[in-house]
Each structure stands twice: as C-alpha cells, then as structure tokens.
C-alpha cells in the first residue's frame, strides 16, 4: 500500500516539475532604437534594463539603428551596460541599416555585439559626436582634445569587452567604417544574425559572467516606450527649443508693446520655463545664446536710436551666428540647419522692425487724443488769467483757465495740467 502511494506521489512530483518549467519559460526583453542618440533614448535603454532584470529576463537585445547622437547620452547608456544585471546584446538591423558615431560605442559597450547581413558599423569622429566643423571649425588644440578623449573612451570600451581595440581607435581617429562580415573577421563584433530568430539560435549557450544563456524558445517581449519617453524623443531636439526661444522672444516684446495683452506674456512665460529646462538637457553653446541675446538687445535699442537700421543690421548678423553657434556642441544631428536659422532670421527681423517697433514706440509717445493731448500746447488768452480763472480758445472750444503767474488777454498761454474742466496754464516766454 505504502509502495504504491510513493509511485503515485513521485509521478505527481515529476508532473509537477514538467508543468513548472513549462510555465517558466525563459523570457527575453527586446527594445528597438531607430534616431539619433539623446536623453530619451538614455532614459530609455535603462529604464528597460531595469525591468528586464526585475523579470528575471535571459537578456535585453537592443535592436539598433543609428547615425549617431550625443557623446554625454552615449556615456550614460554605455555605464547603464557596465551597471546592468543581466546581458546585453545590441544587434544592429535589420539589413541595412547603421550604427554610426554614438551607435560605434555603444555596440561595442554591449556583451554580444551582433550585426544583420550587409548592415555598417562607424564613424566615430569626435567631429561627429562633439563640436561639428560644419557649423563653427573647431581649432587644433580643442580637435585634439576631443579626438584623444572620445579614442580613450572607445578604447577602454574595446578593451574591457576583448574586442579589437585597434579599429576601435581608427574608427575615432581616422573616422574607419566597415560591414557586417568585416567587423566580424576583424573580431570588432561577435555575431552576424539574419534576423532575431536567427540570433537567438545562435546566442544560445553562450556564456556571460560565467552563465549560460537559453534563449532557443525563449519568449521575446519587447519593452515599449513610455508616453513621457516617446514625447521627450520628440520633444529634446533642437529644433522645438528655437521655436521657443522664438516664443519667448516675441511672447515679451508683445507684452511690451500692447500692454495689458496676457497672452503673449503667458505664452512667453510658459515658453521661457520650458526653455530653460531644456537648456540643462541639450548641449547649449552659451556663445550661442549669447549671440541671440545680444542680436535682441540691438533691435530694441534700434527702435529708439537714429541709426538709420544700423544697429538692426548687426542684430540680424548677430542673431544669424548665434543660431548656428546654438547647438555646435551637439553632434550632427542634433544641429539646427539653414532651413530653420534662415526663416527664423528673416522673421525676427521683419517682428521688430515692423511689428515689435511701432507698437514700442507707441508706448513712449505722447498722447494725441484727449484731454492729455492738450498738454505742452499753446494758445493766447481770450481773457485775463490769474488764479481766480480766466478762459483760453484751444482745440476748437472754449476752456477754464487758471494761472498763478497772471496772463494778459492776448498774451500767450502754455497748458501745464488738467484739473478737472479746468486747464492750468503758465505764460510762454516767447
């Protein structure tokens, strides 16, 4: 009796432990990076690290396509993969695309560097992930700068994951870029993958800090973006800051020119926080924002000044090179291009000489209807004038007078003040 209660609880315990590993099947997390490399894409990649390592995830495979981004997100992805508890794997794919500039450090960061069939791995310039040439010509000594920090940097990254160090340093040096079968002849990646099918098959088995992975059947479970990640991708570009910086900018001088308006005061509020918000995120050349500054100051100064266009002149210069010194620390694409400084220069112009400049001025002239338009004219008295009164013929009617200093009738009479339906008034010395 007792024999044949232990057969049947053995075979409920091995059916037991079938159904268990059954249920808990090996997941692996999956997030795909197709842009340029910035903030969000930062945030991002960690916050996906995070929960698949609270899953218990085989690894994260981060499905890469890039020309290439900022060197400070590039950093913090890179110690997110030195920090992370679980394996990384990047695959650049699918066929055809690029991890070029920030993506050359960041496949190399990874434990399994992988790469679809005909896809392209560099360059990774400085010039590229640092200050551009195209918009302001770096001198030697700050290339050689960049250039030797950005080859220790991906040198270390190399070294650390027993890659070719060599092309690493050439693909920052020399700006080197080479194919899928290349980098994996030149030991510069691990693996060259058809497609994620493909990759899992052959990742399987291999062995990352002294454990293997299992990923034949594993469960693939891609990790969306977040709402706030998706907006910020599209939100932290350059290109959305100066506009509003443009909002700020004419946000103010609204207010200043039709006081009492709100709208644009608010608007130029709100525009300013975000601004300045950004302004932390984004790599803002201060020269930059300088330029800007200094180009607004000339406008308004121009309103008021006899310089017959002068000073706007050297806004407009000034505005010019200061939106394209504006971004020059970022890398390629996150530069603004003519296509936004151009426009955005001709209509700054055009607000403050046309718009901005008429409503300002309007503020400081004097006023040219009413009773307050009377004040400072002149006129002869039709009778005498003291401080008791006296009457005076002016816009057209006749009006009170008063004077401490008497004023003969015919003499002429200066308007100083308005007191109720009586004008005060003093003689004009002729």
Request: net charge neutral; aromatic share 8%.
């Amino acid at each position: 009796m007792s024999q044949l209660f232990m057969n049947r609880f053995g075979f409920i315990a091995v059916l037991g432990l079938l159904l268990g590993a059954t249920v808990h099947a090996e997941q692996i997390g999956l997030i795909k990076i197709n842009g340029a490399i910035g903030p969000a894409t930062a945030s991002y990649i960690s916050r996906a690290l995070n929960t698949a390592a609270a899953r218990n995830d085989e690894c994260l495979i981060i499905q890469l396509d890039t020309p290439g981004g900022l060197l400070e997100s590039t950093k913090q992805i890179v110690q997110s993969f030195y920090a992370a508890k679980i394996p990384v794997v990047v695959y650049v794919a699918p066929s055809g695309a690029c991890a070029g500039s920030a993506g050359v450090f960041i496949t190399l960061a990874a434990d399994i560097a992988v790469m679809a069939p005909h896809s392209s791995l560099g360059a990774a310039h400085p010039v590229e992930i640092g200050a551009s040439g195209s918009v302001e010509k770096m001198d030697e000594v700050m290339k050689q700068k960049m250039e030797n920090y950005a080859s220790s940097f991906i040198e270390t990254i190399a070294d650390k994951r027993h890659r070719n160090v060599q092309w690493a340093k050439s693909a920052v040096v020399e700006s080197k870029a080479t194919t899928a079968e290349k980098a994996l002849d030149g030991n510069v990646i691990d693996l060259i993958a058809d497609d994620l099918a493909d990759l899992l098959k052959q990742i399987d088995g291999h062995k990352i800090n002294g454990k293997a992975l299992k990923t034949i059947g594993a469960t693939v479970t891609e990790i969306p973006m977040q709402l706030w990640e998706r907006f910020a991708q599209v939100f932290l570009r350059p290109e959305v800051m100066f506009i509003l910086m443009l909002m700020v900018i004419y946000g103010f001088i609204g207010e200043l020119s039709s006081p009492g308006a709100i709208l644009p005061g608010v608007v130029g509020a709100i525009a300013l926080v975000l601004v300045l918000y950004m302004s932390a995120i984004l790599p803002v050349n201060v020269a930059g924002l300088a330029l800007i500054g200094l180009a607004v100051l000339l406008f308004i100064v121009d309103i008021f000044a006899p310089t017959h266009g002068v000073l706007t002149a050297g806004g407009i210069v000034s505005f010019f090179i200061g939106a394209m010194m504006l971004f020059s620390h970022g890398g390629n694409e996150f530069h603004l291009s003519l296509k936004w400084i151009i426009p955005a220069t001709a209509l700054t112009a055009a607000f403050f000489v046309f718009v901005a400049g008429k409503g300002i001025r309007a503020q400081f002239k004097p006023a040219s209807t009413g009773i307050e338009s009377m004040l400072g004219k002149t006129t002869n008295a039709i009778s005498r004038i003291d401080s008791a009164g006296g009457k005076v013929f002016i816009e057209g009617e006749t009006w009170n007078a008063a004077s401490l200093t008497p004023i003969e009738t015919g003499q002429t009479a200066e308007v100083t003040g308005v007191e109720g339906l009586t004008l005060q008034v003093k003689p004009k010395n002729n």
